[in-house]
């Protein structure tokens, strides 16, 4: 009996560090560094996992929207990939710094000049991209993933609200609301506002005493450590109060 609940607890404690230590998303990705608001720019980073054991990810092509083209697409060198941007003719000019743009980048393309991703790692591949549509409150980047055995795999499904995420989804970027200025910082009057309130701010807390530095660290560390403790001490009790009604 002592021996089964000590198995089932160790299951159990298993299945949990399991679920917790799992990843949450093991396909082509994009995501923000920082904001990307309506109306400005922003570097973003996609993230490829490699998801085969038996081979590397050598080539990497995120297409860009047609629908909300980008006049502005750089990507940043990546050691040990070449990179490739790919453009294209717009049916409508889109306006940039008081400029028209008749074409628009469609494709960027990543290829590995070495061994790739290997199995059980990624890569991040930073874009800066700009001007952002200002009528949508997200992107769409449909991508394809080519393995050393030449297998390939769309990234393309686009995910529906109200439904369950596809097999296969494309990288979606979604968009903050506009900023002051477009660029993702307030105007003069407003950071001179902010100045001033953080001037007061620094004056008001200069009348209490303030906390050391690490104190929230410290505070959290001991209640983790506490928290063990505890935990350990109900184990010991439940295996000594099984041992008692065993003996009994």
Do not use: C
């Not at 909300?68 to 049916?91: C, F």
């Not at 743009?101 to 494709?107: G, Q, R």
């Not at 990624?122 to 993933?145: C, H, M």
């Not at 307030?186 to 953080?198: F, I, L, M, Q």
């Amino acid at each position: 009996m002592k021996a089964s609940r000590i198995a089932a607890v160790g299951a159990l404690v298993g299945s949990a560090v399991f679920l917790l230590s799992g990843p949450a998303f093991a396909h082509v990705s994009v995501a923000a560094e920082g904001t990307a608001a309506k109306g400005g720019y922003a570097t973003v980073n996609f993230k490829v996992p490699n998801e085969r054991d038996d081979a590397t990810t050598t080539k990497v092509e995120v297409n860009f929207p047609t629908d909300h083209p980008l006049a502005s697409a750089q990507p940043e060198a990546v050691p040990g990939w070449k990179i490739q941007v790919t453009k294209a003719k717009l049916d409508k000019p889109l306006e940039l710094h008081g400029e028209q743009i008749d074409e628009a980048v469609s494709k960027i393309t990543w290829t590995a000049t070495g061994d790739g991703i290997a199995a059980g790692f990624f890569q991040k591949f930073p874009v800066s991209i700009g001007q952002l549509p200002e009528n949508t409150d997200e992107l769409v980047f449909k991508a394809l993933q080519t393995y050393s055995n030449k297998e390939v795999v769309r990234w393309i499904e686009v995910p529906q609200d109200g439904q369950e995420e596809p097999e296969n989804p494309a990288p979606v970027l979604a968009l903050s609301a506009a900023s002051d200025d477009h660029h993702g910082a307030s105007g003069a009057s407003n950071a001179s506002d902010e100045s001033k309130d953080a001037d007061d701010a620094e004056a008001a807390s200069n009348k209490t005493t303030a906390a050391p530095a690490g104190s929230s660290d410290t505070t959290a560390r001991v209640l983790g450590v506490v928290g063990i403790v505890v935990g350990a001490a109900g184990v010991a009790y439940g295996v000594l109060a099984g041992r008692r009604r065993t003996n009994a």
